[in-house]
């Protein structure tokens, strides 16, 4: 299909969200194809996915850049390039500058292990431990020049026990990462998305179920 959507991927680790959005694609739930996986990190594992599942893989390092603002215009040009129209963070470990942003306003995903507003920035699942909240989770956004601040297109929500580590909310809150991402990428795809200022309008969306952490008792 000439009009299918191309991602572009952002990524600075192993890259398990960018493996779970390969698989969606591969099984057909996402309607998709990834051009291209931009890393800042030669060492990432996400470049052994991309080996696996022959996608191209470009390693650009800022320190190779004069400046941060000439490091993201080659992203953005790089992205352009392939006719990428949605672009995804999984895992990038940068704040995103103002020359990627410009591109593809409206149109970079990111996943934050939070609900956001709470706890933005490094270690949220260690932060929800260390204020002792009961529930947390984890958001997809869309990117603006603030760090993790962009509308939120879409959360889920884990319970957090009492004697929670950040490793053991961790993991419970990266299975729900693996499921939401996917979903949102899809919802774009489909064009099922209406950015409406800071507010988010899926189309098709039903009602949610509330969670309760420590359950109520009769």
């Known amino acids: 299909m000439s009009d299918l959507l191309k991602i572009g991927v952002l990524a600075s680790g192993r890259g398990s969200n960018f493996q779970s959005i390969v698989d969606n694609i591969e099984s057909g739930e996402i309607e998709a194809e990834i051009s291209v996986l931009i890393t800042d990190n030669p060492e990432a594992y996400a470049i ?12 650009l390092k800022p320190d190779d850049f004069p400046d941060r603002n000439s490091y993201y215009s080659c992203i953005a040009d790089d992205l352009v390039k392939r006719g990428v129209g949605l672009v995804v963070l999984a895992g990038f470990m940068r704040v995103v500058g103002k020359a990627l942003i410009d591109k593809f306003p409206n149109k970079i995903m990111n996943i934050h292990p939070a609900l956001l507003p709470s706890f933005p920035g490094l270690h949220g699942q260690k932060q929800a431990v260390d204020y002792g909240v009961k529930i947390a989770g984890c ?12 509308p939120v297109i879409i959360q889920a929500a884990v319970p957090v026990y009492h004697d929670d580590s950040e490793e053991a909310l961790s993991e419970r809150i990266l299975k729900k990462e693996h499921e939401i991402f996917p979903y949102a990428i899809r919802l774009f795809a489909q064009g099922n998305i209406k950015v409406e200022g800071r507010r988010i309008a899926v189309k098709a969306h039903r009602e949610g179920m509330s969670l309760v952490n420590p359950p109520l008792l009769d």
């Open 48 to 59: 052994e996915r991309c080996r696996k599942h022959n996608i191209e893989a470009l390693i």
């Open 139 to 150: 958001t997809v956004h869309f990117v603006d020049e603030g760090v993790d601040t962009g």
